[in-house]
């Protein structure tokens, strides 16, 4: 009876807890085709589960927080990318500046030092001394100068040939605050040289003298309230006087020139885009036994550069000019474009056109012919140009360039020997003449560090053909030229460096040939403690006998020695 019932309630169970198990096993029920299709991403939980496990810490239970949703994604969508713009829009100013260009190796042979000196003499009685030196006063403020003085009592025999060449200049610099900056500059100059002797029946000693000398100062402030907008003002005032002691040809030249600018810079819509306006005058005020008058240059205009795809660079400079001096008033155009682009690592090629008024001053003209007279007058050059080079660095120790120039020149001074109104062939001293001309220069450069740091060469050799627009060839202007060099570091301390510079053949004022000449020399430096060394130097190797400018012969050999020092 028992079993009996034992048997009949286990097959009741049975019967209870099999029929919802069946219930939901059952497929494709008309009951089924009513219920709606839901995708269970579209099932949003809205219970909390927290799970209590003893002796262990509690952690959430992801996609069980109430407040935590789980949307459907479109698995077509497109992602977000920013545009240029829109990322340059959202940088901070401060990350806007240029990029910062690329670290410059420089030949470094010599530790750095605060002041360095040579003093020395030479073959005959040539004393010498070279210095240039920089400190700083504060943390703000620093003062430098430098000095260049050779001297000699002549090497030739029969004619006075003694000179003397005398520079120098200070500079100081200090920091009013953070962003203003005042520069102030001061330089003086003192020199004579013998003109060569003439044959003419006019009363001049047999040694005439030129003596020549000024002073300059100058003053530069400039505020930048960043690595690219700013404002700069620059004053600077220079005095010369040139006096030739020469009998009946004796005259002097006084000359004043002043110059006056004024840039303000500031950046562009790009990152790597800056404007600079610009305004500034230049005048001079000369006299001599001659005539007494005035130039004056003043100019106005705009520059713009840009760094494209940080690659190309382009500079644009759009300035009109006004020109007057005692033989007329004229507006010039002055614009400039250069263009640097890279073509491939180690490649840049680098194109500039343009043009620009000047007037070279008596100081500049006296500067490049030492036997220049003083009765000269002064007028505008306007020149336009051209250029294409070519630079290749090959590697970090080696670099070739080339390319090719040509120069349109209005008004350029030609020097050449003035002579007697009544015997054209008694020629005088150099005086200045205005030509139009033309210049086509083919040139090419190469340097290489043979041993890093040790053994180094340079040199440019150059084609050119300077021509006068009403024929012939520029006066003292050659068509060859070279100009090379070398330096051997055999140890710490001592230091070889060599030089050869070459010059064509060239046509004086009356088209007559000059011959060409080649100046080969050397120095040694050798350093005795880390504070005093000595150097030996040869100028004139070969003991050439050539002329510079005709009518003069330069110096032969000359052996130099003496003493250096650095702090």
Do not use: C
Request: glycine share 10%; hydrophobic share 35%.
């Amino acid at each position: 009876m028992k079993r009996i019932l034992t048997g009949t309630f286990l097959s009741i169970f049975i019967a209870i807890v099999a029929f919802p198990l069946a219930a939901q096993d059952r497929q494709g029920g008309e009951d089924d085709a009513m219920l709606p299709e839901i995708d269970p991403q579209d099932i949003e939980i809205r219970s909390e589960f927290n799970a209590r496990f003893p002796g262990l810490r509690r952690q959430p239970i992801l996609g069980f927080e109430p407040a935590s949703r789980v949307y459907r994604v479109d698995p077509d969508r497109m992602p977000y990318i920013e545009s240029r713009e829109e990322v340059v829009a959202d940088l901070p100013i401060s990350d806007m500046a240029r990029p910062d260009p690329p670290p410059y190796a420089r030949l470094h042979y010599s530790p750095d030092i605060n002041a360095f000196g040579r003093v020395g003499g030479g073959s005959y009685t040539s004393p010498e001394a070279n210095f240039w030196g920089v400190t700083r006063l504060n943390d703000k403020s620093y003062v430098g100068g430098d000095l260049d003085f050779s001297s000699s009592e002549g090497h030739l025999d029969g004619q006075a040939s003694s000179f003397r060449f005398l520079t120098a200049n200070g500079e100081f610099a200090t920091k009013l605050d953070e962003q203003t900056r005042l520069g102030l500059d001061l330089g003086l100059q003192n020199s004579f040289n013998h003109m060569y002797g003439v044959e003419t029946s006019l009363d001049i000693p047999d040694s005439p003298r030129k003596e020549y000398g000024g002073f300059d100062i100058g003053a530069n402030l400039e505020r930048m309230k960043n690595g690219v907008a700013g404002w700069q003002v620059q004053a600077h005032m220079r005095y010369y006087d040139a006096r030739v002691l020469a009998g009946d040809l004796s005259d002097q030249t006084d000359e004043g020139v002043y110059n006056i600018s004024l840039s303000k810079r500031w950046a562009g819509a790009s990152p790597t885009e800056t404007i600079t306006a610009k305004l500034g005058g230049r005048m001079g005020d000369y006299s001599n036994s001659l005539v007494a008058d005035q130039w004056m240059t003043g100019q106005a205009g705009v520059e713009y550069q840009r760094l494209f795809n940080y690659e190309l660079h382009l500079t644009v400079d759009a300035s009109i000019f006004y020109g007057s001096d005692a033989f007329e008033d004229k507006i010039y155009f002055g614009p400039d474009a250069t263009i640097e682009l890279p073509l491939f690592e180690g490649a840049t090629l680098i194109g500039n056109i343009g043009a620009k008024p000047y007037v070279r001053t008596a100081e500049q003209l006296h500067t490049t012919n030492r036997f220049l007279d003083s009765g000269n007058n002064f007028r505008h050059t306007y020149k336009m140009y051209g250029s294409g080079e070519l630079k290749l660095t090959y590697s970090e120790v080696g670099s070739l360039s080339g390319g090719i120039l040509f120069e349109d020149i209005s008004h350029h001074p030609i020097f050449e020997r003035n002579a007697v109104a009544t015997n054209p062939d008694q020629l005088l001293f150099y005086k200045v003449r205005y030509a139009d001309a033309t210049n086509i220069r083919l040139y090419a450069a190469a340097t290489h560090q043979v041993v890093p740091e040790k053994f180094w060469l340079s040199g440019e050799a150059y084609a050119q053909l300077p021509e006068l627009r009403d024929g012939g060839r520029i006066p003292y202007s050659e068509k060859l030229g070279l100009n090379s060099g070398f330096g051997l570091k055999l140890f710490d301390g001592m230091t070889i460096e060599g030089w050869a510079d070459y010059r064509g053949i060239r046509e004086n004022d009356q088209g007559q040939d000059m011959e060409d000449y080649l100046l080969v020399g050397g120095q040694l430096d050798l350093s005795i403690t880390d504070k005093i060394g000595i150097y030996g130097k040869v100028v004139n190797l070969l003991d050439q006998q050539y002329q510079q400018w005709e009518g003069y012969v330069e110096r032969p050999l000359q052996i130099y020695g003496g003493l250096t020092f650095k702090l």
